[in-house]
């Protein structure tokens, strides 16, 4: 198992691809067909969105599968930023099954493809391959019958995916994560919002009036706006801002108010809980000089998308807020 060697390839010898030929036809009981040609072709086409993982054994490839991106993104700006990735033509070969190959391969793929910005890690499951995916935790979806353009081979395959708590964490805005979130927010709202047609054009909202948006709200001095990154990508923001006052018509505030957005592919409790922790050290870095007394989320229509509501209430719950009506949350920090 020592000489089990696993790594990510855009280049491999003719020998290799008769070997991972001649596993296919040992495994399918055929000598019809190369199980490549269309693979191969793809990544010679295109290898930053196609490439194969192999397992090399003294020199021989005993196990390869081949690995797409998820193919819908259009910018090609941020190709290096794909973490959505599909496993296909997954194979052991014949004579080392059931020794651990198949589990140690599986292993590597997983951390190969976690270097490579992985948050969400697919396959279209046959039958014999089914155990192994349940093994490391894939899920499987009987309803999704397709991976961005991708579609199974095969109609009997069903999809299995794994999703990956990845390095979630906070930093300051800057031009190109406001860029990226910018068009998200954007692409969202024209994609929820059917009804857009009928709104004259200078109503509705833009990347650059998002962008503007955000920056204007970090330029206040009772107020903070951060970018929540996921690994290299921009997955949302966090807005957070205090108000501290008392009119002598009985109104007060004395709270920290957090608003969010994330992109609905960085759905994780783990993205939630960091803007939440970002938002306790904004309560205590204003503490001291002001009197404020908690922290205070509202889940309305203006600041989420309602659909993600549930997803949003649940991750506020586990996290100490009390829900005090159907969109304010509060929670008191000691």
């Given at each position: 198992?020592?000489?089990?060697?696993?790594?990510?390839?855009?280049?491999?010898s003719?020998?290799w691809?008769?070997?991972?030929?001649?596993?296919?036809h040992k495994?399918?009981?055929?000598?019809?067909?190369?199980?490549?040609?269309?693979?191969?072709?793809?990544?010679?086409?295109?290898?930053?969105?196609?490439?194969?993982?192999?397992?090399?054994?003294?020199?021989?490839?005993?196990?390869?599968?081949?690995?797409?991106?998820?193919?819908?993104?259009?910018?090609?700006?941020?190709?290096?930023?794909?973490?959505?990735?599909?496993?296909?033509?997954?194979?052991?070969?014949?004579?080392?099954q059931?020794?651990?190959?198949?589990?140690?391969?599986?292993?590597?793929?997983?951390?190969?493809?976690?270097?490579?910005?992985?948050?969400?890690?697919?396959?279209?499951?046959?039958?014999?391959?089914?155990?192994?995916?349940?093994?490391?935790?894939?899920?499987?979806?009987?309803?999704?019958?397709?991976?961005?353009?991708?579609?199974?081979?095969?109609?009997?395959?069903?999809?299995?995916e794994?999703?990956?708590?990845?390095?979630?964490?906070?930093?300051?805005?800057?031009?190109d994560?406001?860029?990226?979130?910018?068009?998200s927010m954007?692409?969202?709202f024209?994609?929820?919002?059917?009804?857009?047609?009928n709104?004259?054009?200078?109503?509705?909202?833009?990347?650059?009036?998002?962008?503007?948006?955000?920056?204007?709200?970090?330029?206040f001095?009772?107020?903070?706006?951060?970018?929540?990154?996921?690994?290299?990508?921009?997955?949302?923001?966090?807005?957070?801002?205090?108000?501290?006052?008392d009119?002598?018509?009985?109104?007060?505030?004395?709270?920290?108010?957090?608003?969010?957005?994330?992109d609905?592919?960085?759905?994780?409790?783990?993205?939630?809980?960091?803007m939440?922790?970002?938002?306790?050290e904004?309560?205590k870095?204003?503490?001291?000089?002001?009197?404020?007394?908690c922290?205070?989320?509202?889940?309305?229509?203006?600041?989420?998308?309602?659909?993600?509501?549930?997803?949003?209430?649940?991750?506020?719950?586990?996290l100490?807020?009390?829900?005090?009506?159907?969109?304010?949350?509060?929670?008191?920090?000691?």
């Open positions: 198992m020592n000489n089990f060697k696993v790594f990510k390839t855009v280049h491999f003719e020998e691809a008769k070997q991972i030929t001649s596993m296919h495994e399918h009981n055929t000598t019809k067909g190369t199980y490549m040609y269309y693979n191969v072709v793809n990544m010679n086409y295109d290898p930053k969105h196609h490439f194969y993982i192999l397992g090399v054994l003294d020199e021989q490839v005993i196990a390869s599968c081949f690995v797409s991106t998820f193919e819908d993104y259009i910018n090609e700006k941020y190709i290096e930023l794909f973490d959505e990735f599909l496993l296909s033509s997954l194979i052991v070969d014949k004579d080392y059931r020794m651990g190959y198949g589990t140690k391969f599986m292993d590597s793929i997983i951390k190969i493809l976690k270097e490579e910005n992985a948050i969400k890690i697919a396959a279209f499951g046959c039958e014999n391959s089914r155990k192994l995916f349940e093994n490391f935790g894939f899920i499987k979806d009987e309803k999704r019958k397709s991976f961005g353009s991708t579609i199974p081979g095969d109609d009997s395959d069903v999809y299995y794994l999703n990956l708590e990845s390095n979630f964490y906070m930093v300051p805005i800057n031009k994560d406001l860029n990226f979130v910018s068009a954007m692409r969202e024209h994609k929820h919002f059917k009804n857009t047609e709104l004259p054009f200078i109503l509705l909202p833009n990347g650059p009036m998002y962008r503007c948006s955000l920056m204007n709200n970090e330029s001095d009772n107020a903070s706006v951060k970018i929540v990154r996921c690994n290299k990508i921009a997955a949302g923001y966090a807005h957070m801002y205090y108000h501290d006052f009119t002598e018509y009985g109104q007060s505030d004395h709270s920290v108010h957090l608003a969010f957005y994330l609905e592919v960085y759905l994780y409790r783990s993205a939630v809980k960091v939440v922790e970002e938002a306790i904004f309560f870095s204003h503490k001291q000089n002001n009197n404020i007394e922290i205070k989320v509202n889940l309305d229509k203006y600041s989420i998308l309602m659909e993600r509501y549930d997803f949003y209430k649940e991750c506020l719950l586990e100490g807020f009390i829900q005090k009506d159907n969109a304010l949350f509060i929670k008191n920090v000691e």
